[in-house]
Every structure is written in C-alpha cells, then in structure tokens.
C-alpha cells in the first residue's frame, strides 16, 4: 500500500452571496484539493482553503508547501507518511516549514487511506460507536443593521437557530444589530464573532449592553496576541469567552486555558495543521473539562467531511459545530458524506 502519486488541484466554488467579516470579503472559495494515490489503488483526498488572512497561506503557498514534500511521502506507506508529516525535526526541515493548512490537507487524504484500508469509516477510526445527527450553525455576514436583522430571519425561516454574526470594529453597530437580532428572534442563540476587531474597552462595553440579552458567547474580540486583554475580558463577562485565532496548536490552548484568559476553545483543521493536531487539542481540552467549537474557514466539501467525521466522535467535547460552508454554497455539492437540512446535519 506504498504512495505512488500525489497531484494538487486548485478548485473553486462561487458563494450565495458575499462573505464579510472584519477580515474579509469573499465570493468564491478558493482551494487545494491533494490527491493522494496508493499501489493498491487506494485514493485519499484532503483540501487546504485560501485564508491567507488568518494562517498566512494562499493558494501559492500551499501548493509550494505540497510540492517541497512530496519527495519525502513517495513510495511510503499511508501510517508512515503521517508520522513523518507530523515528525518534529530541526526546524530547517521541510516538513517543519510548510504551512498549517498545506499540512492539514496531507494529513486528511492519509487518515483517509488508512481508514478505507481498515474498510470503516472516518467516525468509527477516529473512535465513535455510531452515527449520530449533527446541529451546525450559520454565519451572517458582516453588514448594515437591517440587512443582518434581514438575514437572519431568513436562517430562522429555513430551520437555522444557532447564528454566529460577524462583526466590525464599529461597537456602537454591533450593539445594535445584536439587539435587533435579539429581540426579532428572541429563540436563536446567537454566537457574536467580532475576530479581533475590538479592543478591550469597547469589548466591555458591548457586554455591558448586552445584559438582559441572551448570548451564547463571544468568539475572538481582541488581537490573538492579546492574551492579557483577553484574560481581562473573560474575568469581566457573564458571556463565554471563545478564543480562536488565539489557538493554532496544543501549545496555544494550554497557554490560554492554564491562564484562564478564555472560557472555551476554537478548533479549526486549518489552523492546527490537520485531524491528528485536532485530536490532541480536543484531549486535552476534555481533560481539563473546557468545552469547545468545531470551526472552519470557507472550505471545500470534503475538509468539511472530515471535519463532520471528527466532530461525532468527540461530541462529548465539542459543543459548537461551526461548519456551515456547505449551507453557503451557491449550488449542493455531490461530494458531501452528509445531507444538509437546515441546522440538521444527517450522515447519508
């Protein structure tokens, strides 16, 4: 069961509708999909999007990131190239340099391989009994008031309850266009995503407005680099604090959670550099009872399957799925392991 080809491909799937947040505006989803090829005939896929932005990589770097290592997986057994993608090495090493998201996709399209080799699925590999129904939430773009008020009584008209609303630097709009969300769906948990727009001042001022409001929590609002700030913050709020681009790696989460500067965690594939990272965040955030997202950025239809895969089986940690891309699609994708109902997310 030795590699004998490994290809990329740049894909692209237009959007509904523009998605906006403090850090972006996209129309399309941009990304690499690596095709991974066996002796035996065994295919594995994994997808890396362009979110240059947050990890630092668009479609150049991850293709140069796959193409530097491709080398070193050929004619290697799918268990050993997976040790050796993940293998701490000097850090001149070429493994060591390419990026998370590069690495994310390798790390999917062999866990794949190595799962269709054992015939099981992904959930059952990565330790789950049986299948069970997943809720996602659905992002509303950055925008005016109205608009967003407008758009999310739509997600409420198509089944969607759990809203995760981008956010600017503007508080004075957030206030607003949260409390209008609030009392025109007063059933939605709304999960406020301000990534790293605010400051701490403005970020207490906005909790102060919100009292009397239920909010489920409030993702990023300060700098990632501000730990100090977001520590201030979390000692502040009766929201939750959600730390993302905070948190790449095991490292970054122990530091934000054994410093108490967030009260949950966003994993992103992306981020951390694929499942097996994923898995040793979500371990340790269960051994120390902290509860976490399931994020992603913009991506593809099978990072998102995995993604899904992941997320049944640690469903005792994970108390946010955010992995709405599919939702946002301007056409179904056939390439999906799930169907898409609404929030409702049933493996087909």
Same mark, same amino acid.
């Given at each position: ?154 997600? =409420? %008209? @198509?089944?969607?309850?759990? #809203?995760?609303?981008? *956010?600017?630097?503007? /508080?004075?709009?957030? &206030? ?110 269960? =051994? %120390? @009872?902290?509860?976490?997202? #399931?994020?992603?950025? *913009?991506?593809?239809? /099978?990072?998102?399957? &995995? ?42």
């Amino acid at each position: 069961m030795k590699i004998i080809n490994i290809q990329t491909e740049i894909k692209y799937i237009p959007l509904k509708t523009p998605f906006v947040t403090a850090l972006r505006r996209v129309e399309n989803i941009e990304f690499v999909r690596v095709i991974i090829t066996c002796k035996n005939g065994l295919v594995g896929v994994g997808e890396a999007p362009a979110t240059k932005a947050i990890t630092g990589e668009g479609i150049e770097e991850i293709l140069h990131s796959i193409a530097s290592i491709i080398t070193i997986l050929h004619n290697q057994i799918p268990t050993n190239a997976l040790e050796l993608l993940h293998e701490k090495k000097d850090n001149t090493d070429a493994i060591c340099l390419i990026g998370h998201s590069a690495k994310a996709s390798l790390d999917m399209a062999l866990l794949s391989l190595i799962a269709q080799s054992e015939n099981i699925p992904l959930f059952k590999y990565f330790g789950a009994n049986e299948m069970i129904d997943l809720q996602t939430d659905v992002t509303i773009s950055l925008n005016s008031k109205d608009v967003m008020v407008e758009d999310a009584k739509k997600a =409420s %008209q @198509n089944g969607m309850d759990i #809203l995760k609303v981008k *956010l600017g630097s503007d /508080i004075n709009h957030a &206030i607003e266009v949260i409390q209008a969300i609030a009392k025109a769906l007063p059933t939605a948990k709304i999960l406020v995503d301000a990534n790293q727009a605010w400051d701490v001042t403005g970020c207490l001022h906005f909790i102060d407005a919100m009292q009397g409001y239920l909010i489920e929590l409030i993702e990023q609002p300060v700098m990632a680099s501000d730990l100090e700030g977001l520590k201030t913050i979390t000692e502040y709020s009766n929201i939750p604090i959600l730390a993302d681009e905070a948190v790449f790696n095991l490292e970054d989460a122990k530091k934000v959670i054994e410093t108490k500067s967030a009260n949950m965690i966003n994993i992103k594939l992306m981020k951390c550099g694929g499942v097996l990272k994923a898995i040793e965040i979500l371990e340790y955030c269960k =051994s %120390q @009872n902290i509860q976490c997202m #399931l994020g992603s950025m *913009l991506e593809g239809p /099978i990072s998102i399957n &995995i993604a899904l895969h992941l997320a049944i089986a640690y469903k005792d940690v994970i108390k946010y799925i955010d992995l709405d891309s599919p939702l946002l699609y301007k056409e179904e994708s056939q390439e999906l392991d799930f169907n898409f109902y609404g929030k409702n997310i049933t493996y087909k």
